[in-house]
């Protein structure tokens, strides 16, 4: 009896600590949406008393060193951010949606976006992602210079969902895979095995499943299947909380291969009758590999059953030590081209 009061009691308290932090991440939500929709108004009211009355820069410094004096020098109302949520207010009053995105991201990404990225379909790419997926200004950052935009938008992606999936889930799982995976974190100037690039990810697992996307929960590395008396192993293993199904992954340090697809779709037959639950979805199989033939990889998915996408990843950009000091950096690169322009000045 105890025991079962015991088991009853471990289940409430879960259920009271789950209630206390949804409440807690809905409160800094409402305070975020609260805060990005007052420096809209105050961009706003800039902007309309500059075009009614023909104020200039003044009256920006003039409001900073008020508002400084009423609320204790508050960090929020620098001369800087003022002209901020001026930018803010211009750059999305007429478009609506996204007028409204914004306020779901905080002011920290809020400017990034604004500094870094002037096409409005690639902001509202980073807004939107921003959003679902919770990135760090770090991240962002990290996503905006690697190009996540071009990426998503160029390199078309290559699955078998709508054959293998129901239509909602087959577009809710095209949403959830890339194209190209950004593995730039791993800090990886040489090549590796694949057991040594498993291992960097894990190691950055949190990272990594920040790169994968919303949702992902990591189950395992090296996950044991077994068939008979045969072991086989799936290098890396998550679930999909959004989609509600497992998710392997297959790493291949070459180009993708025809035999690849035909392997993971094993392992994908193997996790569906051994460990998916049965409310849970048929699970799904990712193969990362450094390089693709386009048509090989539709030819290959033709006959695999369970639903897989091929992907590539690419690995860090930065120069490796070996030639720091021998080759020009990019502000060096930089100079002749800044002399040039001065002198055309």
């Avoid at 009853?8 to 308290?13: A, T």
């Avoid at 290559?158 to 577009?171: C, V």
């Avoid at 194209?179 to 690039?197: A, C, G, H, Q």
């Amino acid at each position: 009896m105890k025991a079962l009061i015991k088991k009853e009691y471990g289940i409430f308290l879960n259920e009271i600590k789950s209630r206390i932090v949804s409440a807690r991440i809905q409160a800094v939500r409402r305070v975020n949406k609260e805060l990005i929709s007052l420096y809209w108004d105050i961009g706003k009211s800039i902007v309309e008393r500059q075009e009614r009355f023909g104020w200039g820069k003044g009256v920006v410094e003039k409001l900073a060193s008020d508002l400084a004096a009423e609320f204790n020098k508050a960090a929020g109302f620098s001369v800087q951010n003022l002209w901020r949520m001026r930018l803010l207010y211009l750059g999305y009053k007429d478009k609506p949606k996204l007028a409204q995105l914004v306020r779901e991201i905080p002011w920290g990404q809020n400017i990034i976006i604004m500094q870094m990225v002037k096409d409005i379909k690639e902001r509202q790419y980073y807004i939107c992602a921003t959003a679902e997926m919770g990135w760090s200004r770090n991240v962002l950052l990290n996503q905006i210079k690697a190009g996540a935009y071009q990426y998503q938008k160029n390199m078309p992606k290559q699955h078998n969902f709508p054959k293998a999936l129901p239509k909602h889930l087959a577009e809710q799982a095209d949403e959830s895979i890339k194209s190209v995976y950004n593995l730039d974190f791993l800090d990886i100037t040489k090549p590796m095995i694949e057991r040594e690039i498993e291992r960097r990810l894990v190691d950055k697992i949190r990272r990594f499943m920040l790169e994968l996307g919303k949702g992902f929960c990591f189950i395992g590395n090296q996950y044991r299947l077994m068939l008979g008396n045969n072991e086989y192993f799936v290098d890396l293993l998550f679930f999909n909380r959004a989609l509600k199904c497992l998710v392997a992954i297959e790493l291949k340090t070459g180009k993708f291969e025809p035999e690849y697809a035909g392997k993971i779709d094993f392992y994908l037959h193997l996790l569906d009758e051994q460990v998916r639950l049965k409310d849970e979805n048929p699970p799904i199989g990712i193969i990362l590999c450094a390089d693709k033939d386009n048509i090989v990889v539709e030819y290959a998915l033709r006959s695999t059953k369970k639903p897989v996408g091929v992907a590539e990843y690419y690995l860090t950009k930065k120069l490796p030590k070996a030639f720091k000091g021998k080759l020009p950096d990019a502000k060096t690169l930089k100079l002749p081209l800044q002399q040039e322009l001065k002198i055309e000045k």
